[in-house]
């Protein structure tokens, strides 16, 4: 059934797909099918753009730069919160545009909308507060240091939250007084062109916000080595990161990550039982599992064991799985093939190794990307999902005898984006924040995200936060201006 929103029936959003400073830029006869993967089906098609797009983004960037960083703080504060208000009044029709090219339920797709304007919402108040400081120094001399911003950014995001990971780094760089060119995935970029087209109506001046998509690498490979921009930013997996990084090393640019994770979710025996599954549900099976955050591994101790493990199959039992748009579901596909590949070669890896399936475990006949929400018990490091992130809708279940033993398993990766405990025990609980080696840990709650709070991970989990008044920080430069003084208080 062909999907239907204000924003895919007004041509100007169409033809004016991809928003380069507010007009049509595509120069290339080549397209990309935007597809729904519930089933298969194409939305549309945009221009797969490249090299020489992301190029002329930049300059109309470089263009508007000047006119922006020299607004008043308030006025950018106020086309930012002019852009949120119009997310906000666009959320259903957002929502319906973003479950159609992505697949998650729609009640997700809602709430995401909402997280999404609240970063513009935070960061529009966060523009009227970056103070500089004035450091006492010699007789002779005062030290002030002023805050300014980077320049031009460029920004790329992933499929899987294709409007927050979006505001929560435009909004902060548009707050500071920054210009931005953003590359989409072209799994989901019509969230993103969307949301360009809301920032032009809400008064952001054509050439802030640039959103493009099409080749990857051709149009990373130019963001990261042109010498116009300042800053770099990317959320994505930690492969795809350091390569961007390491191109970001020829021009030396200011560089944020947000990479992959691997987050252990620690079930203790003095947890509270239906917290700790609330909690589990919550990290593990959010987007279907396709969430960096998402509890990759369920650590759960002795005795709780059994208990936790029925509990949650029961609950995940009970999921409603199908395409998004058609009424209540509570899981939705997989995003491509390949997704779906590793899923499966996940659990089949598991089973080989001596996993046992306590609920799901196959293919879902919801549609070609479906998965049975599954739950495993007996899982161990031999597995590939201990190592790797499973990114779908498999719980497995990881048995423990003592909180030395836990701690060891969960601090056992590479990555260090989020961790997850339950217990009503206040010492362990400080134990635990204290001890997890990892960039954001959650007690009693399967929740961390929020606008208020910095975001981020630690080792190759990535680089910088966002969100919170840390956000911005990452966007705007310091710089120290030393001022001379000479004579005193005149007799
Ligand atoms: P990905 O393959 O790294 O893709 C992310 C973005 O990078 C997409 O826009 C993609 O473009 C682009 N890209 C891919 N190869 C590129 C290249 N060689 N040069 C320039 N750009 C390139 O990651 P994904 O599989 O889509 O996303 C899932 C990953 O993101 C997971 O690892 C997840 O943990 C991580 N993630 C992290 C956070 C966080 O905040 N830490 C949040 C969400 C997701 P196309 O899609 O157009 O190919």
Known sequence: MPISTPFLSQSAFLEGLPIIGGVCAATTEQVIPVLNPATGETITVIPRLGASEAMRAIKYNVEALQSWRCLAAAERAGMLQAWRGLIIQSRDDLARLMTAEQGKPLS?????????????????????????????SARDRRILVIKQPVGVVGAITPWNFPAAMITRK????LASGCTVTLKASELTPLTAFALARLALEAGIPPGVFNV????????????????????????????????????CATTLKRVSMELGG??????????????AV????????????????????????????????EALAARVAEFRVGNGLEGDTDQGPLITPAAYRKV????????????????GGQHHDAGELFHQPTVLVGATEAMRLAGEETFGPVAPLFRFKSEAEALALANRTRSGLAAYAFTRDMDRFWRMAEA????????NTGVVSTETAPFGGIRESGLGREGSRHGIAEYLELKTISLGLSGQVQA
Request: with cysteine; aromatic share 8%; proline share 4%.
């Open 108 to 136: 997700e797709a809602r709430g995401e909308i909402d997280y999404a304007a609240g970063f513009v919402e935070w960061f529009a108040e966060e523009a009227r507060r970056t103070y500089g400081e004035i450091i006492p």
């Open 170 to 173: 435009v909004a902060p760089a």
């Open 212 to 247: 493009i998509a099409g080749d990857a690498p051709e149009i990373g490979s130019v963001l990261t080595s042109h010498p116009d921009v300042a800053k770099f930013t990317f959320t994505g997996s930690t492969a795809v990161g350091k390569v961007l990084t390491a191109q």
């Open 262 to 275: 691997n987050a252990p979710l620690i079930v203790f025996d003095d947890a509270d039982l239906d917290v």
């Open 278 to 309: 609330a909690g589990a549900i919550t990290s593990k099976f959010r987007n279907t599992g396709q969430t960096c955050i998402c509890a990759n591994r369920i650590l759960v101790q002795d005795g709780i064991h059994d208990r936790f493990a």
């Open 344 to 359: 499966r070669d996940h659990v089949d890896d598991a089973v080989r190794h001596g996993a046992r399936v306590v609920t």
């Open 436 to 443: 997890l080696e990892f960039g954001m840990v959650a007690i």
